[in-house]
């Protein structure tokens, strides 16, 4: 370990780092925790608390912390060709072998990969794709991309755009021109009486509604989330991804499939698209493509749309330096590599996943706190409500969800939460007995926030 003490990096922290969604002054008066190092699923604090991270990061270190192996290719690519860019006819052994290693994983007809460093990037790309796709085929009124409530596609002045989370918006202006918005199937919060099935209809339905009173000759596309995990892990109904696709066909609307938390195996497949049977025409992959060990992301484009862009568009002006790094793409190699040979992401469907939601429904779904517990694979969410019956919640003022997170921490387990939803997305390496652990850790926290609640 560094030989700073927890007090002087917080002082550091304080005087010189601004921090992503955080009250600059409310955080200099708390401090920040130091965290100084990890291995498999336990992260560990300077001040030498050992948590468990329920978040696998931020939804990313899918193959656990400590991986050696990981290490070794940044090392070795950095030992043999630490940079070299992609643009000027140039490209690199790694750059190239991921480019064509990704087809064979991602959902099939996505044969063509545009490689960036973020989620956010990513999903600018798309955006400018979407815009360029179209003008090359002569519809340049066809721009508008439609986008959830509650959905996250990340920060950047497009992204931000896309995002429906709305806090995120007036700060900056936003959004952007171009962009539109209907609501989440968050059956939870927003389905009332209805079956989450019928629910899932009236959302998807919102879809056809806002086509229709923009014109279809106006929207080119609409991008979701498999599962929207940063909106409170809001899943699709059944039925809720064949209706959305289904009038994206009928419209000529183009797919976009934000994989950025569902894809390399959180879900139990390899990707969100796989279990939910959506075939996009765009599909944005971050995160877990290198599990967080390197900033990486890259933009799916299916045949579909790559084949006229190729033909007729010309140069495509957009890029990054780092587009295709190569110790970034051959971290994410290995990566696949050990998620393939290991069999984590078919263990995940088969075995961990379902061991996870069945404990943690066995703990918590009768809890006199918990109005539902909802996921599949390793992401799942915990809705703490007023009441159970109705599914009211309680006065955001009473932030029942910061005190279950304040729990949790202090029991040792990273629980995230989204107003009142406690939300979990371990690594996918987590084994039975770590499940049973992390499940006792977030039932004590919610014990303990019922507590202070009196609720019995
Ligand atoms: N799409 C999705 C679905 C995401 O979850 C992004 C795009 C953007 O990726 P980058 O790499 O630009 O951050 C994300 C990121 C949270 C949280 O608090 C979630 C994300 C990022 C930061 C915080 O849940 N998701």
Redesign the pocket.
């Known amino acids: 370990m560094r030989a700073n003490s927890t007090a002087v990096w917080q002082d550091m922290d304080r005087q010189h780092h601004m921090h992503?969604?955080s009250d600059t002054q409310d955080l200099n008066a708390r401090g920040t925790r130091i965290i100084t190092k990890a291995e498999g699923i336990y992260i560990h604090s300077s001040e030498g608390e050992k948590l468990i991270d329920g978040?696998a990061g931020?939804?990313?270190v899918n193959i656990g912390y400590g991986r050696k192996e990981l290490a070794k290719a940044a090392y070795d690519q950095m030992l043999e060709l630490p940079y070299y860019n992609t643009f000027f006819q140039s490209s690199t052994p790694p750059t190239t072998e991921l480019a064509a290693r990704l087809p064979q994983i991602a959902p099939k007809g996505l044969n063509h990969v545009f490689f960036n460093?973020?989620?956010?990037?990513?999903?600018d790309t798309i955006v400018k794709l979407v815009r360029l796709y179209w003008n090359t085929m002569g519809m340049s009124k066809k721009k508008t991309i439609i986008a959830r409530d509650d959905?996250?596609?990340?920060?950047?002045l497009a992204?931000a755009s896309l995002c429906g989370l709305t806090h995120m918006h007036p700060q900056f202006d936003l959004p952007l021109p171009g962009f539109a918005h209907i609501p989440a199937p968050y059956w939870y919060r927003d389905g009332g009486e209805m079956s989450p099935a019928d629910y899932g209809m009236k959302t998807a339905a919102a879809l056809e509604q806002k086509i229709l009173e923009l014109g279809a000759d106006t929207v080119g596309a609409f991008i979701g989330?498999p599962i929207?995990?940063?909106g409170g892990v809001i899943m699709p109904p059944p039925g809720y991804w064949a209706e959305i696709q289904r009038i994206c066909r009928k419209y000529d609307v183009l797919v976009i499939a934000?994989?950025?938390?569902?894809g390399f195996g959180r879900t139990g497949k390899w990707f969100g698209s796989d279990t939910y049977g959506i075939d996009p025409d765009f599909m944005?992959m971050?995160?877990g493509l290198s599990s967080g060990y390197m900033?990486i992301?890259a933009v799916m484009l299916h045949d579909r749309v790559a084949g006229p862009l190729i033909e007729k568009a010309g140069e495509i002006a957009h890029g990054m330096t780092y587009s295709g790094h190569p110790v970034a793409c051959a971290v994410a190699l290995r990566n696949i590599e050990i998620l393939d040979q290991e069999g984590i992401v078919e263990r995940c469907g088969r075995e961990i996943g379902p061991y996870f939601q069945v404990k943690l429904r066995e703990s918590l779904a009768d809890h006199p706190l918990v109005g539902e517990v909802r996921g599949i694979g390793l992401i799942a969410a915990i809705e703490l409500a007023a009441d159970r019956k109705t599914r009211r919640a309680h006065p955001a003022e009473k932030k029942v969800g910061y005190t279950c997170r304040s729990h949790a921490t202090a029991g040792g387990l990273v629980m995230?939460a989204?107003h009142d939803t406690m939300?979990l997305s371990p690594p996918l390496v987590i084994t039975k007995k770590e499940i049973d652990e992390l499940v006792r850790r977030a039932t004590a926290a919610v014990n303990a926030t019922a507590k202070d609640l009196g609720v019995k």
Not at 117 to 123: K, L
Not at 258 to 262: A, F, M, Q, R, S
């Open positions: 992503p969604f978040m931020l939804w990313c460093n973020s989620g956010s990037e990513a999903n959905s996250y596609h990340g920060s950047t992204a989330e929207m995990g940063a934000d994989e950025v938390i569902c944005t971050a995160k900033p992301s995230r989204i939300v």
